[in-house]
């Protein structure tokens, strides 16, 4: 199958674990279960993610959103898997959003013509709280396009 993601060592630890539905080389991860059907390939790794979440060896799962995160090789390629959002830097694939940025004027003959408006994300958010941010941002999860 196509390259989608980079799994570093301790990510590629945790899978080979789950024989059934990875198989780990020295040089990659690969998905065996779930043959051609992106539901049954995404179904054999939501039980994988699932147990790692539950176990509490993989922390960045702790931040759990139940929302689907589509993996694949580029914006416009179709998924080939669908996963748990919190999951996706444990396989180091892309994420792929929609972001808005403010520019304000600094008044008519000002030196500086344009301020870049930056917010600052909630403390409360399960990644990065409290860094700076654009105006607006998100992820697409799986379905969705820019315009919705």
Known sequence: ?????IILPQAAAELERFPDVFRVSEG???LIAGGSSL???SEAVAGVLEQLRDS????????WRGEGWPVKASFHAPAQLVIERAAGPLFGVSGFGC????????????????S???AR???????????????VAGGLSHGEAPGD
């Open 1 to 5: 199958g196509d390259d989608v993601g």
């Open 28 to 30: 990659a991860v690969d």
């Open 39 to 41: 539901e049954a390939r």
């Open 56 to 63: 509490g060896r993989v922390p960045m799962l702790r931040g």
């Open 99 to 114: 972001h808005i940025n403010g520019l304000v004027s600094a008044g008519k003959g000002a030196k500086e013509p344009l």
């Open 116 to 118: 870049l408006w930056v």
């Open 121 to 135: 994300r909630a403390k409360t958010k399960p990644t990065y709280p409290g860094k700076l941010d654009h105006m």
